[in-house]
């Protein structure tokens, strides 16, 4: 069996949680980030990568979105490098939310990494039965 792999090495990075009704002081202004010029296919490519994170934790109490109120879910989700509230996706597609460059070129690196992407079938293979 290959050595177990942990991509959780430091402190994940949260992203998208904004300042509301039931929140601490100290977090962003979601209304601050609304960029309705933001390029469409870019935004689209950023909400499906926040759409397929893997889920990180789950809470008992959902979020509310802070523009028109819809159920946001009560997961986080993460890349192994950031973690974001299940609804980020929702305030990118519906509400044209442009998350930070720094984020954007990450989401643009994954696809990449995944073009580049190489396979080594050689352990799940040897565990076929020989007796064929």
């Known amino acids: 069996m290959p050595d177990s792999f942990n991509p959780y090495k430091g402190p994940l990075i949260l992203i998208g949680y904004w300042d509301g009704p039931h929140t601490s002081a100290g977090w962003p202004d979601v209304r601050d980030f609304v960029d309705e010029q933001w390029d469409e296919q870019e935004r689209q490519d950023v909400g499906s990568y926040l759409m397929h994170g893997l889920v990180a934790r789950a809470f008992m109490g959902y979020s509310r979105c802070r523009f028109c109120n819809e159920n946001n879910g009560s997961l986080e989700f993460t890349d192994g490098v950031y973690l974001w509230p299940q609804g980020l996706a929702h305030y990118v597609f519906e509400h044209g ?10 989401v643009d690196h994954q696809a990449d990494l995944e073009l580049e992407l190489t396979v080594d079938d050689t352990w799940w293979r040897g565990a076929a039965p020989d007796s064929r």
């Not at 939310?97 to 990450?106: C, G, I, K, M, N």
Request: aromatic share 10%; proline share 10%; glycine share 0%.
């Open 97 to 106: 939310v442009r998350l930070p460059e720094a984020f954007v070129r990450h």
